[in-house]
């Protein structure tokens, strides 16, 4: 196996990425344009990233993976420090799952005269201040901040049909990736993957790395509260939001911050017998039967760790978890 090449900088990254793709395009058929497929992560990787990646070889030509705890996502300093980091296991299982190259930026390299810098950053807008957004001011600022540095700087000058991969545990960043990519013209595709879940039905994450036994257990709570939706919006029965959330609000180790129905498109909260933003059709009947297609949002503190998960809701949505 071909040691896995780990860069620091952009600009070995720029020129190993397009050395790889104009060597993967002679060896393609005549006119055939190579695939880049990017997998942007901060790290302390596990089963639902490896998933990611094993998509991204199967499509692409040239697979590049990133690791970089950014630093603008974390509205708690501590938080920030406290980050699982575990680079040589990240780098081997990317090597066993065949990415090509790793690029692993210092801070320095990314936002050079940090913590001043970068003095220019992307705003997420409106669609970044809703929920998550809302309870952690600038998360999404600094998601979309590097996020657009990353693809800047994995777009290579080489012909090239760009896939970035990201996971839909992270719904609404996924929602506010796709938005900017619209709205700032990157020529990239963004393709995603459904959760992954441990066999208790725990979303996998790497902050799971920081919850105890106990912990676990009482984080179950979240998903639970989840496919409670899920199944009664798939046998078209009333949600029942409010039900749910005092069942939260009495679990054990449960500090709850939202659960919450929304339109998956723009993350507006959807009300009972209301209709959505304009062009809309998603709704609650008067009596929260959910018609169409919505998704269930949840965010809570279970011991040290802030924890996410969402479940699409729908009659067609299943049941399985």
């Known amino acids: 196996m071909t040691e896995i090449r780990v860069m620091r900088t952009a600009a070995e990254l720029r020129a190993a990425v397009v050395e790889s793709l104009r060597q993967t395009a002679r060896e393609l058929p005549a006119g055939t344009v190579p695939t880049l497929g990017f997998v942007p992560t901060m790290g302390a990787l596990h089963s639902g990233h490896s998933c990611l990646i094993d998509a991204a070889r199967a499509e692409a030509d040239v697979v590049v993976a990133s690791i970089f705890v950014n630093p603008l996502q974390f509205d708690d300093d501590a938080d920030h420090r406290v980050y ?35 003095l220019v950053r992307v705003d997420a807008g409106e669609l970044g ?98 496919f409670q939706l899920r199944d009664r919006a798939a046998q078209g029965q009333p949600l029942e939001v409010d039900g749910v959330v005092a069942q939260l609000d009495m679990a054990d180790g449960v500090d709850l911050d939202y659960l919450v129905v929304v339109d998956p498109t723009t993350l507006l909260e959807i009300e009972p017998g209301e209709e959505q933003a304009a062009g809309s059709e998603v709704r609650l009947t008067e009596d929260e039967v959910l018609q169409d297609r919505a998704l269930a949002l949840i965010a809570a503190r279970v011991g040290p760790v802030r924890l996410i998960d969402n479940v699409e809701l729908g009659s067609d949505a299943g049941s399985q978890v």
């Open 84 to 118: 699982p980091r575990q680079l040589q296991a990240d780098v081997e299982l990317l090597q066993a799952h065949g990415v090509d190259l790793v690029f692993a930026p210092e801070v320095q390299e990314m936002y050079p005269g940090y913590p001043e810098g970068p």
């Open 129 to 226: 201040r809703r929920w998550e957004g809302a309870s952690r001011p600038g998360h999404f600022d600094g998601v979309v901040t590097v996020v657009n540095k990353l693809f800047n700087i994995v777009t290579p000058q080489a012909p090239a049909r760009i896939q970035a991969w990201f996971g839909e545990k992270d719904a609404e960043q996924l929602a506010v990736i796709r938005r900017m990519v619209a709205d700032l013209n990157h020529p990239v595709e963004i393709r995603s993957l459904p959760i992954i879940r441990e066999h208790s039905g725990l979303a996998q994450s790497s902050r799971n790395q920081r919850l105890s036994e106990q912990e676990r257990q009482e984080a179950l709570a979240l998903s639970a509260a989840l």
